[in-house]
């Protein structure tokens, strides 16, 4: 089983730009694929972006594609989620996840973090 911790959310500006962390611990970190998803509020939990257990394969949502990078460090545990040219539409709470097993895949998160708060003003 393993633990996630989120951090790096905050208030930022249309425009801006943010890096979330997600550090895990408890379990091989290497052995998940990891996601970064969203929840704004009043709307249902969506995915942003997912990374292979290597990192040698990404996948992201139409919304952020070209403003997001998702990448991982597996020596420190931890996954990132770079955020660029940020605007309002992406407030919401995010959260990191966590999937065991072989497929690399954007459903079927096992562990989950309690997420940070990003929020962007106009």
């Known amino acids: 089983q393993v633990q996630l911790v989120e951090s790096g959310g905050g208030l930022v500006q249309a425009g801006g730009s943010l890096r979330l962390s997600c550090a895990a611990s408890g379990s091989a970190f290497s052995i998940y694929h990891m996601g970064w998803f969203r929840q704004a509020p009043g709307k249902e939990r969506e995915f942003v972006a997912a990374i292979s257990r290597g990192g040698g394969s990404t996948f992201y949502a139409d919304s952020i594609k070209g403003r997001f990078t998702i990448s991982r460090d597996n020596a420190k545990n931890t996954v990132y989620l770079q955020m660029s040219r940020l605007n309002p539409e992406d407030t919401a709470v995010y959260y990191c996840?966590?999937?065991?097993?072989?497929?690399?895949?954007?459903?079927?998160?096992?562990?989950w973090g309690q997420g940070t708060q990003v929020t962007v003003s106009s």
């Open positions: 996840a966590a999937r065991p097993g072989i497929v690399f895949a954007i459903y079927d998160y096992d562990y």
